[in-house]
Antibody, heavy 119, light 111 residues
């Protein structure tokens, strides 16, 4: 069964840092790009980042560019999101999702991990 | 303000057909980029419902269908069931932001 499991969320102060992880199983992790998508409480989905299958190409939403860094370790079937200079508006549930090379949809999603940035 | 525009809410009685629109622009849907749809049940993660405009993943009932025309797309749900009550999101690629964009979401209420 294809599964994604995020971890690392928590409460952090404004300006702080946090590292999220996503453990993948049930598919050839290194064949697929991966995404991070977030959802603030009661709000819509917001795409955050996409990383290529080999980690060499990353894309970010303007709202997080320069503050967030996506990476992956294909040997560990793991995806990461390093978040720094956090702001209250970064508070959200962060989902990792499996993507496709030739398109931008995500066919498998994790359950998400909650990040709360206090002011 | 989302790049893709969806109605905040739609409703319908069991057995009826409803449609949810997704309006974009010349930098996303109108540029020819594909549209995808997700269903998010209360308290759950999003689930892929339609990909590449009108394709259903395995396990998604054929009551769900998607279409795209010009700068807009639509999700149609026929034979409405109570279990369809959820939030629905459209998604596409936008070449201005060089990334993915989502609609603001539509809450479907089954009366």
């Amino acid at each position: 069964e294809v599964q994604l499991a995020e971890s690392g969320g928590g409460v952090v102060q404004r300006g702080g840092s946090l590292r999220l992880s996503c453990a993948a199983s049930g598919f050839n992790f290194d064949d697929y790009p991966m995404h991070w998508v977030r959802q603030a409480p009661g709000k819509a989905l917001e795409w955050v980042s996409r990383i290529s299958w080999d980690g060499t190409t990353t894309k970010y939403a303007d709202s997080v560019k320069g503050r967030f860094t996506a990476s992956r370790d294909n040997n560990k079937n793991s995806l990461y999101l390093e978040m720094s200079s956090l702001r209250p508006e970064d508070s959200a549930v962060y989902y990792c999702a499996k993507g496709f090379s030739l398109n931008w949809y995500c066919d498998v999603w994790g359950r998400g991990t909650l990040v709360t940035v206090s002011s | 303000q989302s790049v893709l525009t969806q109605p905040p809410s739609v409703s319908g009685a069991p057995g009826q057909r409803v449609t949810i629109s997704c309006s974009g622009s010349s930098s996303n849907i109108g540029a020819g980029f594909d549209v995808h749809w997700y269903q998010q049940l209360p308290g759950s993660a999003p689930k892929l419902l339609i990909y590449v405009n009108n394709n259903r993943p395995s396990g998604v009932p054929d009551r769900f269908s998607g279409s795209k025309s010009g700068s807009s797309a639509s999700l149609a749900i026929s034979g409405l069931q109570a279990e369809d009550e959820a939030d629905y999101y459209c998604q596409s690629y936008d070449n201005t932001v060089s990334g993915s964009v989502f609609g603001g979401g539509t809450k479907l209420t089954v009366l």
